[in-house]
Structures are given as C-alpha cells and as structure tokens.
Nanobody, 123 residues
C-alpha cells in the first residue's frame, strides 16, 4: 500500500523560509518521481517542482526558480522542498504526489497523493 504524507507547512512572514517534507511508503524513490503541486484559494492546482528518479533531475516552475529547492533522501523515502524568500503569492495548500519514473507538470498523471499541507505567507 502506497502512502504519501506531507508535513512542514505553517504561517511565515514574507521573506521567510519553510521546509516541506513528503514521506512516502510502499514505493522506492529509485523508481518513482516525486512532485510538489500547490493550489491557492479559488485557483487551479499548479506544478511547483519535481525530482526524477536515478538521475535526480529537478524541475521548477518559473515563479519559484532560485527560491525553492527540491531534494530527496532515498533511504528515508522522503522528498523535501526548501522554500526561501517566500512571498504572499506562495500561499497555498501544497501537495506531494508520486508516479512511476517520469516527472510531469500534469497533475492527472500522478497516481498517489498526500492530503496537503497549508503554507501561508503573510505579515
């Protein structure tokens, strides 16, 4: 049984940092790509970042490049999203998702999803 659990969200001031964690079970990160998506109130779900399998190639949406970093710990089956210099526009529920092998910005191709964690950037 595959499980995906996000943690690390919270309230932070503009310019602050948070690190999100995505703990998985039932999959090997050697063979499963992991992505972060986010959905703001009234908005559509947006792909934020993805890390692929063995080669560890990382993808980022333009709006977070230079501020967010995705990484993984295969032994812990956990993927992290380090978010620096946060802006009010980053406020959203952040979801972690995984699928076999390939990254994608299309949420509908991902098979397993977490419940989401709220990130609020506000002064």
């Amino acid at each position: 049984q595959v499980q995906v659990v996000e943690s690390g969200g919270g309230l932070v001031q503009p310019g602050g940092s948070l690190r999100l964690s995505c703990a998985t079970s039932g999959v090997s990160l050697r063979y499963y790509a992991v992505a972060w998506f986010r959905q703001a109130p009234g908005g559509e779900r947006e792909g934020v970042s993805c890390i692929s399998t063995d080669d560890g190639i990382q993808y980022y949406v333009d709006s977070v490049k230079g501020r967010f970093t995705i990484s993984r710990d295969n032994a812990k089956r956990t993927v992290y999203l380090q978010m620096n210099n946060l802006k009010p526009g980053d406020t959203a529920v952040y979801y972690c998702a995984t699928r076999y092998i390939e990254c994608s910005a299309r949420d509908y191709v991902f098979d397993y999803w977490g419940q989401g964690t709220q990130v609020t950037v506000s002064s």
